[in-house]
């Protein structure tokens, strides 16, 4: 109720006032009936002037109410645009984006940001959960051995199922040969089904400088319609069966020398580099599974967000251009169906990856900065040769990713060194 209605409500009180005054007044000579009627008119006047007065104040009340109501919905509605426009994300290629020149994230203690488990410099692993068994370390070596054939030709050698060989032939149909059935030379196992019909066991039991005579039929849905349904006959020369080195002393000095200089000590040099790598993964994950978030500093995960978008759309378009070079179309109509989501969906799990990356980030930052430890140019090259790779590869890093980036992978290594040389295996 504005000002214009009270003063009304307040002339009508008055008003009613002043009337009941005048006609106490009045009646003062009457019979008591006549006082009787005056007083219980004044006294409806005067609830409806009390009601009136009630009505106002609810009125006033409820006007209140709406207009912070409204206010609300405003600072609501600006709040939204305002979060929205700061959740834009872009594609972002530059990999050293947020990061210092150090490695570390611009502006951000990483220790007041997680907290390590208590243990992390002491932790204590189960055996069974890195142990690198002899059936793998035989599966291993078996899997090397197959690069190290070589071509046996003697003539008391046998083909068997399995064997790999080297063999030509010429094919006929009709006594006259054909388009793309003759070869000087082709590697073959037998029993791979490669080869049309049962050409490739017809080689069965032959041996290193034979010559044999292999019939087939072709199929009636042949790839080639010329020679489908038809009946050919091959003559095929057997070069040689490819032999899997032994493993040995001997191969190990000619092939392994700076791993080992015994079979023995190559099979336990495969089971140290591979139980060394799964410690490695499983303080890895401890830290991960031990390590709480207090805060994510936001404005860093949003780069990230936008470093893995950019990831994601790189990786979505190779995947088109290679389908289209190699199949004439590409592998996927939209980047919608090569992330196999909705973009709503993409949105949450891209901001779900960049918190774990960030998380992961923060954990060795925060142990090279607690250790007060070193991780820069120089500690990450010779770390690099160290694990194989040729001496330019740190310039390489820099040259694709930005030097940034690359210190905060000698920050992860470093931070990793740490806490391995604290662990204790138990056996």
């Known amino acids: 109720m504005n000002d214009t209605e009270l003063k009304e409500l307040n002339d009508f009180e008055e008003e009613s006032e002043e009337k009941t005054s005048s006609e106490t007044k009045d009646n003062d000579s009457k019979e008591s009936s006549s006082r009787s009627h005056s007083q219980e008119k004044r006294e409806k006047r005067r609830k409806e002037v009390e009601q009136a007065r009630r009505r106002a104040k609810s009125a006033r009340a409820i006007g209140y109410i709406c207009l912070a109501a409204v206010a609300a919905l405003v600072v609501w509605g600006i709040a939204i645009l305002v979060g929205k426009q700061l959740d834009k994300v872009s594609p972002n290629e530059n990999y050293s984006d947020g990061l210092d020149a150090n490695g570390y994230i611009s502006g951000v203690n990483a220790s007041g940001k997680i907290t390590l488990p208590a243990d992390y410099k002491n932790i204590t692993v189960p055996y069974d959960q890195i142990k690198f068994s002899d059936t793998s370390i035989d599966e291993e070596i078996d899997s090397l ?233 120089a500690y990450y090259r010779a770390k690099l040769v160290e694990d194989g790779n040729e001496e330019n590869y740190y310039d390489t890093m820099v040259t694709t990713s930005g030097e940034p980036f690359v210190l905060q992978q000698a920050i992860h290594a470093k931070g990793l060194e740490i806490v391995k040389a604290g662990a204790t295996i138990q056996k």
Do not use: W
């Open 145 to 377: 051995l197959t690069n190290y054939t070589s071509l046996n030709t003697d003539e008391s050698a046998t083909v068997k199922d399995g064997d790999e060989v080297e063999i030509a032939y010429v094919g006929k149909i009709d006594g006259v040969a054909f388009d793309g059935g003759t070869t000087d030379s082709q590697k073959l196992t037998i029993g791979s089904g490669v080869l049309v019909d049962d050409f490739e066991q017809q080689l069965i039991g032959a041996n290193p400088g034979s010559n044999v005579t292999v019939n087939v039929t072709f199929p009636e849905d042949y790839r080639t319609a010329d020679l489908a349904g038809k009946d050919a006959e091959f003559s095929v020369d057997i070069k040689g069966i490819y032999e899997a080195a032994v493993f040995d002393d001997d191969f190990v000095k000619e092939n392994l020398s700076d791993k080992a200089s015994t079979a023995e000590e190559y099979r336990e040099y495969v089971r140290s580099y591979h139980e060394d790598d799964n410690l490695e993964e499983y303080l890895k994950n401890y830290l991960d599974e031990n390590t709480t978030v207090n805060s994510y500093p936001s404005k860093y995960v949003k780069i990230l967000k936008g470093i893995q978008m950019y990831d994601d759309q790189s990786s979505y378009q190779y995947m088109n251009e290679f389908y289209t070079s190699y199949y004439g179309s590409p592998a996927y109509d939209s980047f919608e169906s090569y992330v196999g989501t909705t973009m709503g969906e993409y949105y949450q799990t891209l901001k779900e990856k960049a918190q774990a990356t960030c998380k992961d980030n923060l954990i060795y930052q925060a142990i090279v900065e607690q250790d007060g430890a070193v991780a820069d140019a």
